[in-house]
């Protein structure tokens, strides 16, 4: 019982890592990674994103496990609807914000005896926070994303987690180790997907917007394809 248990949440964590490679999470993820200037806060955006998912999987879970709660395939479908929107919309904002133009500086401060300097991107008419110098600023956002992404998700791992796992509570305990895989598998995916960001920002500006513009370009492509494929092929609205 204990190999067997082991070898069940084992699976659910190697599940998450991959689940987080999936193209529509990398695609919302990297349309905020674009925004930032540090390795560091593009993983930790990663890390946020894996947090909202994991939070609507054990909702998810509560109704579906504890409440024999059974979630339709039109409602699944909605919740994938809805999700290809949300990927339309962060793709344009994308777009909004480099047509709305910005400026690099560059700041240089004193870390005891140290002094280093990175740059700064302003928008046009918006004030810089001083306390988000290091390129990280907590914004729900990420988590908000995350969410939805877990809602839509969910139906299809209730259906592999219910038929096969013995005890609610293990499957349960499956869903918060799935949500660790997600987590962890999230922030290393952003920050590869920062690297590029990172690397542009202080010397390729042209460049760093021409990354930014590819990141809304895939976003609204994957968000229009799922738009068209759960509004009109699989007939939600037929």
Not at 47 to 70: D, K, P, Q, R
Not at 104 to 121: E, N, V
Not at 170 to 194: D, P, R, T
Request: with cysteine; glycine share 12%.
């Amino acid at each position: 019982m204990e190999t067997s248990t082991f070898a069940v949440l084992a699976l659910g964590f190697f599940l998450g890592l991959k689940h987080a490679t999936e193209a529509d999470h990398l695609a919302a993820v990297g349309t905020i990674v674009s925004e930032r200037k540090s390795l560091w806060s593009s993983a930790l955006v990663g890390g946020l994103w894996g947090l909202g998912h994991t939070i609507s999987l054990l909702l998810a879970g509560i109704f579906v496990l504890l409440l024999n709660f059974e979630i339709s395939e039109k409602t699944e479908r909605i919740l994938e609807f809805c999700v290809g929107i949300m990927l339309l919309f962060l793709g344009l904002n994308v777009f909004r914000k480099i047509l709305k133009g910005g400026k690099i500086h560059f700041h240089t401060h004193d870390h005891g005896d140290r002094k280093h300097t990175h740059p700064h991107l302003h928008e046009l008419n918006k004030i810089d926070d001083t306390g988000t110098h290091h390129g990280f600023k907590f914004s729900p956002r990420a988590i908000l994303i995350g969410m939805v992404h877990g809602l839509a998700g969910s139906a299809a791992l209730m259906l592999l987690v219910v038929p096969t796992i013995h005890s609610r509570s293990l499957g349960l305990l499956y869903i918060v180790i799935f949500g660790i895989g997600s987590i962890g598998g999230m922030m290393l995916m952003s920050f590869l997907v920062g690297l590029p960001f990172h690397l542009t920002a202080s010397r390729f500006n042209r460049f760093n917007n021409i990354l930014q513009g590819l990141a809304g370009l895939v976003s609204i492509i994957i968000g229009l394809t799922i738009i068209y494929e759960k509004g009109v092929t699989e007939g939600l609205f037929g």
